[in-house]
């Protein structure tokens, strides 16, 4: 079946009274009245979250406390408004995504772990004392990520290895009004949505522990607003190379294993962990930190194809044959632009696609992937069929294309790294790429002068990158030249060498891309 007709498994219910959109915006809307005037609630906007069940599992609980008891509705929020935040905070231990909402940046967060990272960080900037869990916890890391995680594998370790430890992304029906959220896979404790929002908890209440500020402010400056702006990348954008800078290497483990280690001892946890001894804990901790900084932290993020408005796919796709030897790099040159937030890369997406089949009569987009300037990558033909994107080699490799025109200029540097540092490393370490790939511009491979020169001399110098070459004599005289191979990283040269006595020979050096294969398109 493929990716993007997956049944849906896991669907928010669309209310019937017209509830504001489940978008980020609207949550900064909810916290700016809140904090606006006197809400009728003697807390802060975290702690009302808690009170409306944004952190009632165990392990958090036991960390910040009981929760608050539930206010009435505060006069500052209309009656559509209050709904709205209820049921975002409304914990479900089924399907913990329904707290999800869309940010900006064309990712879905999850309000619970965010808002019980905000917390904690407002906590210890005024003097918090350290919980008084045992044995010791990070209490930022405790309530947004590592309950969660080590409870997910921890439930995975009795099972017949089919139940999902992490995943799935999912997709909104209306990305300008969203209010359905459908999960494209198997369920599990930690989609993506929690796997985001527990990510920037994490951020952000780091950032407040440092020093306080207005929570809507800071909501709005790390998220952006609407579908983003034109003025750059918003700091959400950067998660996975924050998250990653700021936990650094062993932390996440750490963490897992010591919060596991309290849900031992809290009373309706403890039948969980009875029969896990130490050494199993600790197992279970370091595969959970792998897993979730292999998927979460130094692989990507790609946007999937429903998440752009793809079409469907016509025909029949040609599945690939993993591992693939290959990548080729191209630029789209139209748009020519490149696109800097979630709307315009999901237009210029949609302008491709219907370029790609309309025009030129293909079954889809040709690319496997593409690169966006908003810190994003887009699902094409994705990781497993067939694309068009290079004639004859279609089979051998993956399509990567940056939107833009690069003959000239170069992609931003962390856009060039999205790729170079992030998707080809995660190919390789997923099983999808050949560790000894091969990378080669579209240039290389056909009559063409993609992806333009700026871009093709940054390619040169990544890893994989490499021209096998043929130097050939060609007869000036009556005596042919003996063919001569190597391999050289790049270039062309000819000249004159002697040849019989009278005579002199032409030689010249000439690009072998290798094998081909043939009925594609591209």
Sequence with gaps: MLPWLLVALSVCARPSTGLPPRHMDSVVQIVEALESTDHGFTGTVPELARALGGCSTPGCRAVLGEPPDVPPAPPTLSHEQWLLFTQLLRHDTAAPERGAVLAPDGSTVA?????????????????????????????????????????????????DGNRATLGPGGCWDDVDDPQNYTLLGPPSPVPDAIANGAMDGVLLGARLARAPIPLADLLRSYYGTGNGTENGRPPSSYRRRDFRVLTGPGKLEEEVAAMLRVLRVLSPTRELLEDVGPEEVVAIARQAARDFTEVYVECPAIVPRCMWGARPY???????????????????????????????????????????????????????????????LYQGRGWHWVGAHTKGYNSKGYGVSYVGDFSATLPDPDTIALVRDGLLPCAVRTGRLHRNYTLRGHRQMGHTDCPGNSLFREIETWHGFKVSTKLCGVSRGWKFGALVCEDRPRGCWSGWVPGKVGSWSRWMLVMDPGPTDAGSNG
């Design 111 to 159: 309000l619970g772990p965010l808002l019980a990272g905000i917390e904690v960080g407002l906590k210890r900037v005024a003097g918090w004392p350290v919980p008084t869990v045992a044995p010791a916890v990070d209490a930022l890391y405790a309530v947004t990520i590592a309950e969660a995680l080590g409870t997910s594998f921890l439930l995975a370790r009795d099972g």
């Design 314 to 376: 016509r025909g029949t796709p040609k599945p690939l044959t993993l591992p693939l030897d290959s990548v080729y790099i191209h630029h789209t040159f139209i748009p020519s632009a490149p696109c800097r937030t979630f709307a315009a890369c999901a237009r210029a997406m949609r302008a491709m696609q219907r370029f790609h089949q309309d025009a030129r009569g293909w079954d889809d987009i040709g690319y496997s992937f593409v690169v966006g300037s908003d810190g994003y």
